[in-house]
């Protein structure tokens, strides 16, 4: 075939095609621009329902997962009772003193407690990323107890401080117990009980304090409440 015969035919096949096209686009009853807008606006919709889907599990698995903390009921008995605050975000700096540079970021969440007269307390919780990351922390916070009171009369040379450790408590992944009594050298004294516990990958730590010393401590109660603030998590 001559090359002018087949650009004449190739270029009546394109004609007739086009044609053809047309005709089914008119007969779908739809332009070609409105099926693309169709197309996008019905992918924009499930894209939003699916994202809000997400967002609603996330959110529900959130709070599922938020760990519960101790009731004012559940602490150490006192003649005036106890007031709990509200649950808040953060770490306390009531437990500074101890933990303040020692702990890692993570979101923490902490709860405050107070009777009419000196003696307080505190919870603080926090959930990692897994049960391994979990057992560290609490390893680091443990660690960071032990060695309060040595660091505490380095930093304040007015201040002499004691730590006792006072055992572990069968519940869940474990919590331990520990002690610490100050004495400025103007003569106040304080005695403070913490425990750390582990539920997996959540961790919390239950801090007790207020004028005196060891012998000033409900430790018997305190342990109590540092096994109930475990079980109580999850």
């Not at 001559?2 to 089914?24: D, E, F």
């Not at 939003?48 to 996330?58: G, H, I, L, V």
């Not at 730590?205 to 305190?222: E, H, K, T, Y």
């Amino acid at each position: 075939m001559p090359i002018r015969t087949r650009a004449a035919a190739l270029a009546a096949l394109t004609a007739t095609a086009l044609a053809v096209g047309a005709a089914a686009t008119t007969q779908a009853g739809a332009a070609p621009g409105e099926v693309a807008q169709k197309n996008a606006s019905a992918q924009k919709n499930a894209s939003a329902q699916k994202n809000a889907s997400a967002q609603k599990n996330a959110s529900a698995q959130k709070k599922a997962a938020a760990p519960r903390f101790l009731a004012a009921s559940e602490l150490p008995p006192h003649p005036t009772g106890w007031t709990a605050g509200p649950v808040t975000d953060g770490f306390p700096e009531q437990l500074a003193y101890c933990l303040g540079e020692g702990v890692p970021a993570y979101d923490y969440r902490h709860r405050l407690f107070h009777t009419e007269l000196d003696t307080s307390a505190v919870q603080v919780t926090v959930v990692t990323g897994s049960p391994a990351k979990g057992k560290a922390l609490a390893d680091r916070l443990n660690k960071e107890i032990r060695t309060c009171a040595a660091r505490l009369e380095r930093l304040y040379p007015e201040i002499e401080a004691e730590g006792r450790f006072f055992g572990t408590l069968p519940v869940e992944e474990g919590a331990t117990v520990h002690g610490l009594h100050t004495e400025t050298s103007y003569g106040a004294t304080d005695v403070n009980l913490l425990s750390v516990g582990r539920d997996g990958r959540t961790v919390t730590v239950v801090g007790w304090g207020q004028m005196g010393d060891f012998d000033d401590a409900p430790l018997a109660a305190f342990k109590k409440t540092a096994k109930k603030a475990v079980t109580k998590l999850h």
